[in-house]
């Protein structure tokens, strides 16, 4: 393997942190500018700063990634997106890290020669997602953290594209982009960069019947991730880009980080897998950089496990006083230098010439004339001393021949000019090959797209988790549309009872749709691609998506298959609607994070609007169940008890292995039904999770009442919790 197949890539909050993971060896850094990162708390850079680094790492032969990994709403993305990024772009930026998929069809179009990497946020864990963006232009995936080896060399086995993934630092406990626990419960969106770790709290542990579970109060919070030791197997899985978690950590922890994950990296190298061993001090170099409760080796080769919580104490620890300091001397007070060579030539009677080169870029500088010595002639040493002085440069010479004649004169002053002049110029020559032009595109009066005119006919979809909770909907009239999650049956008698029940749908004359997966993983897209005949027997209406891999999937072996895309296939924006119409959906579903206001500017023509229904704060490849007691595979319901005595209802699927963590309360949108009807919405839907089949009439029978017919209020026929949801606040 050549070191040119593997890249280092360092976080870098601010500009000395970007400084001082350049000194320590990372081949790439990815930083966040003034807006649309997914750290809204980081420093962060400003434009000029941005500007610098994008040169300074050139000079380096390093790149620069920026991070546009947050969600754009309509008036962003419009009106803002393109005058940020076009002085980057033209400076040479290397490429953009993206999340949302109205963002990645601007820039591939707007910014066609800067490369576009997909964010983790955007929760790729299959092949079929990493086929999927490599077709519209990505040119890097980012893994989900959860995906094992075998899943990522699956990836570099069937797609010709880069595979980034994270190596060290901080977990999330969820999926990433998955996440609405710190946007429910406060308003702070981790998918436009504001979470607030909720996480990272004290949760008690209940089971179904509210009997509280023995056990330490973190049961969310992962320890963070270590992989020092698996180099050669990540290299071998066909990762390209090593990752470093912490644009939120300071210049000690991610200089130092980088500084010994370069060691092993190069190492590697040099020595190969066969002798690969990491010494027990540089071990604890970085536990002393820091840890959470230690360690993890993450999700690489095991599912999940409570090994991977910290359950006792969620807070990141250092130490080492005299280590620490070390780094700061070492890389954040130092000055990385790139080494040249330089030809002096000072010959009587002409010019001085001053010929340097920094790999195959060559500046040939051109001074004053060089006059014959009347006294005191130039000495070979005095013109050393004088010309390797480089300063605040960011060269050094490693070789400098000079060529001088005996009797020569030449002020000093001249000397140092035509050093200046080389140095500049080849400094020049080493950040213009990257600059880029663009055409200027007047973004003036662009408006945000305004919702289409007209109230079309409304129809009412039901999701139901649990088999008892499709009888009531086969009774209701007001119901039309039926989706049957996958999470009510078990694989070994999937599509069996998958045909029953939509067989019981159609003869209610309804349509009956089939929910995929959360997370499509390879487990799932290889059990699904077997069973494709199966699943035509069913003689289903269509399915329901809620990933980028299952949406390709869709496309590529049931293209006839008429499609809906849920919620976390998010479209904040006209042109994410654009660009997932593409694979030609029969709708899509409006995000939750959006408020009237924005939902009103959407064009939801052929989209639908959850009304009801326990809305997922977290889907996580770990399991409260198996890690509070054991994994006995069975489905049940236990409950998170927070600092303020809520109750989150957390549901385990065992047929695909992952988590779902519900609100506390359901949202309930029945109070807005005039303004509602009134709006271009081509379905509603109501969601059934946790609830019984009796709670699924009453709530059928409310919607009845207060949001289909408007007879009654609300608070007169539902005296319970519930919440609105953003659809008041909205976020950030």
Not at 154 to 159: E, G, K, Q, T
Not at 623 to 632: I, M, P, S
Request: hydrophobic share 35%; proline share 3%; charged share 25%.
């Amino acid at each position: 393997m050549k070191k040119n197949q593997l890249e280092l890539l360092a976080p870098a909050g601010s500009y000395d942190i970007f400084r001082a993971v350049l000194n320590a060896g990372a081949d790439a850094v990815y930083v966040g500018g003034g807006q649309f990162g997914a750290r809204a708390y980081a420093n962060n850079f400003s434009e000029e700063e941005l500007l610098r680094a994008i040169d300074e790492a050139h000079i380096h032969g390093k790149q620069l990634y920026l991070t546009v990994n947050t969600l754009l709403k309509e008036e962003e993305l419009e009106a803002q997106l393109y005058d940020y990024l076009r002085p980057y772009y033209e400076q040479g930026l290397d490429a953009v890290i993206v999340q949302d998929m109205g963002a990645f069809q601007f820039i591939r179009e707007y910014f066609p020669k800067m490369d576009i990497h997909t964010s983790t946020q955007m929760t790729i864990c299959n092949r079929y997602g990493a086929e999927m963006m490599k077709e519209l232009g990505a040119t890097r995936v980012v893994t989900a953290r959860e995906m094992s080896f075998a899943e990522i060399k699956d990836i570099a086995d069937h797609v010709d594209i880069e595979i980034e993934s994270f190596v060290h630092g901080a977990l999330c406990y969820c999926y990433s982009g998955q996440c609405l626990l710190s946007s429910m419960l406060g308003g702070r969106s981790g998918n436009r960069g504001r979470c607030a770790q909720p996480c990272r709290l004290p949760y008690e542990v209940y089971d179904a019947k509210r009997k509280k579970i023995a056990c330490e109060p973190f049961v969310l919070s992962p320890k963070d991730l270590c992989t020092i030791e698996d180099i050669p197997k990540l290299a071998e899985s066909g990762i390209f880009s090593f990752k470093i978690e912490g644009r939120m950590k300071q210049a000690e922890y991610a200089a130092g980080v980088v500084s010994v994950y370069r060691r092993y990296i190069d190492r590697y190298f040099e020595y190969g897998a066969k002798d690969y061993h990491v010494s027990k001090e540089d071990m604890q170099k970085l536990y002393d950089f820091g840890n959470r409760s230690g360690f993890t080796k993450g999700y690489y080769e095991k599912h999940n496990g409570k090994d991977m919580i910290t359950f006792q104490k969620p807070n990141h620890a250092k130490g080492n006083e005299a280590l620490q300091e070390k780094v700061r001397e070492e890389f954040c007070r130092g000055e990385i230098k790139e080494k040249i060579n330089g030809n002096l030539i000072l010959s009587q009677d002409s010019s001085a010439i001053l010929d340097v080169t920094l790999g195959d870029l060559r500046y040939t500088a051109c001074g004053d004339v060089v006059q014959p010595a009347l006294k005191q002639p130039l000495s070979m040493e005095k013109v050393r001393e004088n010309m390797e002085k480089t300063g605040n440069t960011p060269f050094e010479f490693e070789n400098l021949t000079i060529a001088m004649r005996d009797a020569i004169f030449l002020p000093m002053k001249s000397l140092n000019q035509l050093r200046r002049d080389a140095l500049e110029g080849l400094e020049k020559l080493c950040v213009e090959q990257f600059r880029r032009e663009v055409e200027q595109v007047d973004r003036a009066g662009i408006k945000a797209q305004e919702s289409k005119t007209g109230t079309p006919e409304k129809y009412l979809s039901a999701l139901a988790e649990q088999r008892c909770q499709l009888q009531p909907l086969l009774e209701s009239e007001l119901v039309s549309d039926i989706y049957l999650d996958q999470g009510c049956y078990r694989r070994k008698d999937l599509w069996e009872e998958v045909k029953e029940d939509a067989a019981k749908i159609h003869a209610a004359g309804k349509k009956a749709y089939y929910v995929f997966p959360s997370v499509f993983r390879k487990n799932a897209s290889d059990f699904y691609l077997g069973s494709l005949k199966k699943l035509d027997s069913c003689s289903l209406d269509g399915v329901v998506v809620k990933s980028l891999d299952a949406v390709w999937f869709v496309h590529r072996y049931l293209p006839q298959m008429p499609m809906i895309l849920d919620q976390g296939l998010y479209t904040y924006n006209h042109r994410a609607q654009e660009i997932l119409r593409e694979f030609c959906p029969i709708r899509m579903t409006a995000p939750y994070e959006l408020n009237r206001g924005e939902l009103k500017k959407r064009d939801n023509t052929d989209s639908e609007l959850v009304l009801y229904g326990y809305l997922p704060l977290m889907t996580s490849a770990q399991c409260v169940h198996a890690n509070t007691g054991k994994c006995d595979m069975t489905s049940v319901v236990t409950y998170l008890k927070d600092r303020y005595g809520k109750f989150f209802p957390v549901k385990n699927n065992c047929m695909e292995c992952y988590n779902t963590i519900y609100n506390t309360t359901p949202l309930m949108l029945f109070g807005y039904g005039k303004e509602l009807q009134k709006a271009d919405f081509s379905n509603f839907r109501l969601n059934f999770t946790v609830e019984s089949e009796e709670e699924v009439r009453q709530i059928l029978a409310i919607y009845e009442t207060v949001f289909y017919e408007g007879r009654k209020n609300l608070a007169d026929v539902y005296q319970g919790e519930y919440t609105n949801g953003h659809y008041k606040r909205g976020v950030e």
